[in-house]
């Protein structure tokens, strides 16, 4: 089967030269939209120069492409139950397409993130992780299979356990094209939750977990079998605390299983609720919380007594707004709630870089502690910027340890600061155990590729070189991701 037509209409390339990192200059000279795995190979093997992208929410520029031919996966669908733990989704299968087809049949696929409208393939090439990430993990746990399209157009099948490293070097079996030896980064992964930085390594690494978070540079994923759970039955509950100190506490009894199956506790940090006007608590139906409060918003599985417990022992019961199983209105309302934070400080860049300088952009970290450094951190991300004069918003992840400091840039020197901040930030991180990289990849974005660096090292980043070198020669895919030539 030949390559399906490439779309050189420069009205329709226009709609995919940007991710939702708005990082501008993208360009390509066309785009395509295979829809079955030998469309894929025959795209692959006859064009110089390939991104594969997915729903393009990529908050790092990795789905924006730097020239040839973007490789659009949206018309890869089909959702199919191979098990009854098992689901054959394809590459452009949306998260919210797939909860849909699982719900009739009471299944769930739990690490979804934030974004509902990412593609299956894109989650598994940046390891995507969502709030639940406490509970269940990132998307490296939850892939079984995969299907790959090599740089040569070449197609493999890979399931876990079956094809692993020995000694620090994997040998796959390319069907008709013989026995690939990828050598593996010596690295030692952080010990945290999730990170989604440059390539897995391990000396027994698996074929499967290589792929898994390499957006894009060492094959194109095409379909995969995913792990799916009962359906679980889940209450959210927002409510204040009067202090980051108590919200630690809360959290770090809800995480030591007081308070039953809790999954996830999400954190509004005062400075970030700061920039929410009073709609924004009007519509969740809540009023604006005390000045120096944060807010806290749960989801607890199953049983809530003991749930309930906790909150009463902390004083902050009654002042909790709960969402019941079932009550999808209510959750949307919490929910909205949640995002109303990342979209509040968005639009504030998005402000300045209208107003005062074009090339003012989001200045954000993505970086994850140990819980027992949750308190060292949050101090860390406020000094590191208050040091530099910078405005700045915190939220994120809480029960993972993961939070999301923002500047709140209000000119180019802001941005410049804090660049510096966030380097300086990256590498207190890594001497807290943790990682600068938690859940959205590297991407083109040059200061996640010097944390990538900071982190590992030249030497670290010459062996993922090696790694791209030999399954992808040419640097046909996604040159520039994660990594420079
Ligand atoms: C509002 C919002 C909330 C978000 N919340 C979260 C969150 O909670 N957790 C989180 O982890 N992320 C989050 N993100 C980031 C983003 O949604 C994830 O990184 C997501 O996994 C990207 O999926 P995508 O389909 O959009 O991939 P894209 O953005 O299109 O691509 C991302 C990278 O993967 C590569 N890629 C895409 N598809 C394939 C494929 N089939 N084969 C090989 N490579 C491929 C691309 O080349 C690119 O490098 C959020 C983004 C937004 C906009």
Request: charged fraction near 20%; include cysteine; proline fraction near 6%.
């Amino acid at each position: 089967m030949g390559a399906p037509r490439v779309e050189r209409d420069a009205d329709v390339i226009a709609g995919f030269l940007e991710d939702a990192a708005h990082v501008p200059g993208g360009h390509a000279s066309g785009v395509t939209f295979p829809s079955n795995i030998a469309e894929v190979a025959a795209v692959v093997r006859e064009s110089p120069l390939v991104l594969p992208i997915g729903a393009q929410s990529s908050l790092t520029g990795g789905a924006t492409p730097r020239g040839g031919i973007v490789l659009s996966t949206r018309a890869l669908g089909g959702i199919s139950l191979v098990a009854p733990d098992l689901v054959r989704a394809g590459a452009g299968v949306t998260m919210a397409a797939l909860q849909q087809a699982l719900a009739p049949h009471g299944l769930y696929y739990p690490p979804v993130p934030t974004y509902e409208g990412a593609f299956v393939g894109g989650t598994i090439a940046t390891n995507a992780a969502g709030a639940a990430t406490f509970k269940y993990g990132s998307t490296r746990r939850w892939v079984e299979a995969l299907t790959v399209v090599l740089a040569d157009g070449s197609v493999l099948e890979l399931r876990r356990r079956e094809t692993t490293a020995h000694q620090g070097t994997l040998e796959i079996e390319v069907p008709h094209a013989g026995v690939r030896r990828v050598p593996l980064p010596t690295h030692t992964m952080p010990n945290v939750a999730k990170h989604s930085g440059g390539y897995a390594a391990s000396p027994t690494l698996d074929a499967v977990d290589l792929f898994i978070g390499s957006e894009g540079t060492l094959g194109v994923i095409v379909e995969a079998v995913l792990r799916v759970i009962p359906r679980p039955q889940t209450t959210l509950a927002l409510f204040p605390c009067a202090s980051d100190d108590e919200a630690i506490a809360i959290t770090g009894a809800l995480r030591e299983g007081h308070g039953g199956e809790v999954a996830a506790v999400e954190y509004m940090g005062a400075d970030a609720l700061g920039h929410l006007d009073d709609q924004a608590f009007h519509k969740a139906g809540i009023s604006r919380p005390r000045d120096g409060s944060v807010l806290l918003l749960v989801q607890v599985e199953g049983a809530i007594d003991p749930f309930t417990r906790v909150l009463e022992r902390h004083r902050v019961a009654e002042a909790t707004n709960v969402a019941l199983p079932g009550d999808t209105r209510s959750a949307a309302r919490l929910f909205e709630l949640r995002e109303a934070v990342p979209a509040a400080i968005n639009a504030r860049v998005a402000n300045a870089k209208v107003r005062v300088d074009p090339s003012i952009e989001k200045t954000a970290g993505d970086m994850i502690v140990p819980f027992a450094r949750l308190r060292d951190s949050l101090t860390l991300y406020r000094e590191t910027f208050a040091a530099r004069g910078l405005d700045h918003a915190v939220w994120g992840h809480f029960s993972d340890g993961n939070l999301h400091p923002n500047v709140i840039p209000r000119s180019m020197e802001d941005v410049v600061r804090g660049r510096e901040a966030l380097l300086a930030i990256g590498r207190a991180v890594v001497g807290l155990g943790g990682s600068p990289l938690a859940e959205h990849g590297v991407g083109r974005n040059a200061v996640k590729q010097a944390l990538l660096r900071q982190m590992y090292g030249d030497e670290g980043i010459e062996q993922m070189r090696r790694v791209k070198h030999a399954l992808d020669p040419d640097w046909k895919l996604a040159p520039g991701v994660i990594f420079t030539r």
